[in-house]
């Protein structure tokens, strides 16, 4: 009788093995599923813009667009890097980077990363293209998520809920893939919506200081043969979007520079990159720059 119940037990406990294992592999199978489709759309993305990314105006393969509607922007970039995708991966698919990364951006005054087994949060200072306290900055909040990872493509979000002046729902995604010759394909996306206090805030920037800015799409040419590039609101967010993606090409690239002088090669490369699309993206001088950006980063490093 009792090696009756014993067995009965046996089997229970078998039964409940064999579930949870067909419960962990269907899960592990839906996320090589989920990984396959994203790698297969994003190969798919990289032999859609076989020629934007081989004939364009950046010198370099780099595709850039941006969307509009009445209450969300969004800028995306999709580009071809000089760097094995491994390098990539350990680079960018690790919060502790990104505030190295961040900081490089004119308009980031200050980073902190706080990870732990629950969440990991980016604190980000945003201001102005000078030297500020950041008492008179604004503060937000991203969280940081690693969507995937795989031998050959991983993906990456920051969100935030809110940001300065009402915009909301901040999306920074970055996503990649290896491709051929050692070689990268990166995505990155930079979204936000915004309300009332900024629209009126941007309509107020576009026509004082932002009145004569532009982005990168073109949208015409002028009868002299000047290119017309895209304006408005399109071109704030257009502008900002390449910001970002130049401080990721220009983290990874100084990862081959001795550890003691990669913040300096960073910055340089930051703003050398920035300089060779003046038109767009010219705010500041490099001295002005690189002693506004030292000390914000040992600001940074001191209250870490």
């Known amino acids: 009788m009792q090696a009756s119940i014993n067995k009965g037990k046996s089997m229970r406990w078998v039964t409940f093995l064999l579930a949870i294992g ?3 592999l269907l899960s592990a199978n ?11 759309a994003l190969r798919a993305k990289y032999t859609e813009l076989t020629k934007q990314l081989r004939s364009n105006q950046f010198q370099r393969a780099l595709y850039i667009n941006s969307t509009e509607s009445s209450h969300d922007l969004k800028g995306e970039i999709y580009a071809v890097v000089d760097y094995p995708f491994a390098t990539v ?20 005054k200050y980073c902190h990363a706080s990870i732990s087994d629950i969440k990991t949060t980016l ?19 991203f969280n940081y ?20 002046l009402s915009t909301r729902d901040y999306r920074i ?12 394909f990166l995505h990155f996306t930079y979204a936000y919506s915004f309300g009332l206090t900024g ?17 990168f799409t073109v949208t015409g040419k002028q009868p002299d043969g000047e290119t017309v590039y895209i304006q408005g609101v399109r071109g704030v967010v257009e502008r900002n ?38 038109r767009q993206l010219h705010e500041v001088e490099r001295d002005e720059y690189l002693k506004m950006k030292r000390k914000e980063y040992q600001r940074q490093q001191e209250a870490q």
């Open 22 to 24: 067909s419960l962990w």
């Open 199 to 215: 629209s009126v805030a941007m309509k107020g920037y576009l026509a004082t200081i932002g009145r004569s800015k532009v982005g």
């Open 89 to 108: 991966n350990m680079a960018l698919n690790d919060p502790a980077h990104w505030c190295d990364l961040l900081i490089l951006h004119i308009n980031i």
């Open 173 to 184: 995604l970055v996503e990649a893939t290896p491709v051929k010759d050692g070689r990268t």
């Open 30 to 40: 839906a996320s090589a599923t989920e990984s396959n489709v994203s790698s297969i």
């Open 241 to 278: 979007t390449m910001r970002y993606y130049l401080a990721i090409d220009a983290y990874i690239a100084a990862l081959a520079t001795p550890a003691k002088a990669q913040l300096e090669q960073r910055l340089l490369l930051w703003h050398n990159a920035n300089e060779k699309y003046s």
């Open 145 to 164: 998520q690693g969507i995937i990872t795989t031998p050959d493509y991983f993906a990456l979000e920051l969100n935030a809920e809110n940001g300065p």
């Open 123 to 141: 604190t980000v200072n945003l201001g102005k293209k000078y030297d500020q306290p950041l008492a008179d900055t604004y503060r937000v909040e």
